[in-house]
């Protein structure tokens, strides 16, 4: 269930989407609220679950620099038991950034960052360690072109 979002909350939301930091006077001010109400708007947004929490975003490169790994999955096996095992399985590895299951061609889609190509090749043999997998294709980034944790209000 989606939380419903009013024009002064997803002002608010834009806000601490750029900078989680802004002083909650500053963020009061920009939304045309005192600091009080301001304060229960975010605190409701948090504990709706629509904020899920307020982190640091590392620059991969300066940070690392790590390898952007593209990686499709498609499996043999549907069941919930498999399901269950493969999603904690991959859940449980620090190098996934992200983690889907799709409709279409590939059954899983996995975003992987690594140190490099042997990093790479490490994960790789665990991943396929323990699981059935029918295919596993990966894309290795060459240029960021575009990266946001912004959601469009």
Not at 61 to 88: C, E, I, M, Y
Not at 97 to 117: C, K, P, T
């Amino acid at each position: 269930m989606s939380a419903r979002l009013d024009a002064t909350d997803r002002k608010i939301l834009a806000l601490l989407q750029e900078d989680a930091t802004l002083p909650l006077n500053k963020v009061a001010a920009r939304v045309n609220l005192s600091k009080t109400p301001c304060w229960r708007r975010i605190r409701k947004l948090e504990e709706s679950g629509v904020i899920r929490r307020r982190v640091a975003l590392l620059d991969p490169q300066r940070a690392g620099p790590l390898l952007n790994v593209f990686v499709h999955v498609k499996t043999g096996r549907h069941s919930a038991d498999w399901l269950r095992d493969f999603a904690a399985a991959v859940s449980a590895m620090p190098e996934v950034m992200e983690f889907y299951r799709l409709s279409g061609e590939w059954d899983y889609f996995i975003r992987v960052m690594v140190a490099d190509i042997a990093a790479y090749d490490a994960f790789y043999k665990k991943l396929i360690a323990g699981a059935e997998l029918v295919n596993v294709t990966s894309s290795f980034a060459m240029e960021e072109i575009k990266y946001s944790t912004a959601l469009p209000l």
